[in-house]
């Protein structure tokens, strides 16, 4: 029993030495399959399908020419902006350039959402690649037993998990910086495109501006012709009115004398109304001829404003002559003042100050330097050398001086753009601190590049624009004089033949108002004293056909009282050789019969005589009352005046007595 119980001791001890080393060859087979596998995990981890996926690069390659094509179209519709220069250039493009630019930026926006989502996807399914690799570690662990399921659990989740993690975190990290470079990106080209925008716009709204003030000196040129017209029209409304007063009177004139002087005074207003149109027409061209000072004055006026939106000066600020120099040396100093920039900067300078005593007083004591000049005025001429940023010269040799507060708007811009490029710096580097390069053709600064407007091109452009500006503004200021002109000759020519007309079509009027009015007035005069002197001629002739009448009667008694004396003789002696009662019965019966025979021819001849006397009087009468009633005035529709017809009846009155 003893020995059984030693033999059994010796047993359990050599099998727990075995179980020992068993134990330790287990587990440093468990280290060694785990190594294995954390191992294999990281290589498959450092795979470039995992570090740099292809789905990944096949996305950035798109999501870069997608970029690379919309940024093409922006470039170009940035080039456009070269050829925007007078006169295509126009608020109305300008809007319409905007936007394409704006709509341009809403499809490289929603490219840049798409292509996100797409790689958001691609990185999540490599994360689930990842997750699957992990199950599958998990699986064959399991399958061959190396530990239980817990602790395989805490292996997964201490020593495989966390790198997944950081994959995970550092493709994250990849697309937030991405994304955050992208807006920040898009928002400065933004802001970019919207200065660029004001920029032309600024331009834009000069033409529109000086093409509407030139329109407006057109209208105020017709305006000022229109109202000389009127009051021409007025004056001479006027004068034909008085002609026509005079010649209505000539009309009506009752005397050769009385329409020789109405004639004169016809003759008169017509030189007058002649006269009007010379002076109609002087005035018409001295209007015109001040067009193309009007102009000038414009022309100063958008040179100005061009100079003053780009900072320009035409002569250096130290020199003497500055102030005396003239856009255009021959127009009229009271031409000048009506330009509203001068006029401002007069009223400015007339409401300056005089130096007061004490300000004198403090300048005798002032310091000066060898050439005479104050510390002051040394200081003053260095911030003018400051000011003188660049020099222009356009084609036709005029200089320009670009003028600028020193350092103001550029030290602005750099600071800007350098605490751009600080944050994005930071981004990149904070990026790179977790993340390797995913390729050389899809770097970081690529998609950024690949949809930049380069700051060399926006100022290339504004400074194109302005260039082009200042070459229209020698070329157009050329061409809107020589228009004015144009203008002015045109003008002139309308105004000469429009002078040439009136005088054509008023010089015919003295003759036919000589021929168609007097002369026609005058026959009027003859023919209506001739139509009188014929009423009384006829009138006359009619009463001497009366006394004719009456003569060749009296002829006519005596020719039957010589045959009725005849006839008694005859019968005297029948009466004287009567023997018979009955005979001289007879006789005296014959001799009755003779004597009432004579009496009847006589009385009837009488008869007859007053009735033809009664009736040619009455008719002579009514002749007369007709035809002074025929005498009419203009008034009733006839042509006889009142003096005319006063001196007719007076005539006609003493006919008629003479009828009586």
Sequence with gaps: TQSTWELMKVDMTREQEQHKVWNAAASDWKTVKLDDVVGSFIEFMSQSCITHPEPVTIVMREFLEELLRLNNKRLEMMHLLRSMKPPVISKTACYEWHTDMARIDKQIVAVHEQYLNKLHREFEQTYNACIAEVNKCKSGLLLEGVCGAEEIQLFVNDKLMPVVGTQQRLFETHLEVMDRNLERQIRTQREEVKGLFRYI????????????????QEHTLQELLDACRHKHDSLNRERENNLDIILDKLRQEATEKALDISLNHGERMLERILAGYNEFYQQQVDIVERYPNMIKRQLIYYDESICKFFDLSRLHPEDPGAKDFSLFPGLPPEELEKNPRRRMTKSKKSTGKAPSREGTQSLVGTPRTADGTTPEQD????????????????????????????????????????????????????????????????????????????????????????????????????????????????????LENELELRKHLHEPRTRRVEKDVRNVRAAELVLHRARVEQHIEGINNTLLDLKKGFTEMGADHDVQHERFKKDIDALEKDFLNATKAKRLQELSKQLNVEKERYMSVIRA???????????????????????????????????????????????????????D
């Design 605 to 659: 001849s009488l008869r007859n005589f007053r009735q033809r006397l009664d009736n040619t009087n009455q008719m002579l009468r009514d002749s007369n009352g007709l035809f002074i009633q025929s005498f009419r005035v203009f008034s009733d529709g006839g042509n006889f005046c009142p003096d005319e017809i006063v001196d007719f009846k007076h005539l006609l009155d003493k006919m008629t007595k003479d009828i």
């Design 201 to 216: 716009q600024g331009v834009a709204f000069m033409w529109d501006e000086h093409k509407t003030r030139l329109s407006n």
């Design 379 to 494: 200081i003053e001429k260095e911030k003018l050398k400051q000011i003188i940023q660049d020099i222009l010269e356009t084609s036709q040799g005029t200089t320009f001086y670009v003028l600028s507060v020193a350092g103001k708007s550029e030290s602005r811009e750099k600071t800007s753009s350098f605490v751009e490029e600080n944050d994005a710096e930071k981004d990149t580097d904070s990026a790179s601190n977790h993340i390797e390069t995913i390729d050389d053709e899809v770097a970081e600064t690529d998609y950024l590049e690949a949809f930049g407007i380069p700051t060399v091109l926006i100022v290339n452009v504004k400074d194109t624009i302005r260039n082009e500006m200042l070459e229209h503004l020698e070329t157009w200021r050329v061409d809107a004089v020589d228009r004015s002109k144009a203008v002015v000759q045109a003008k002139g020519e309308e």
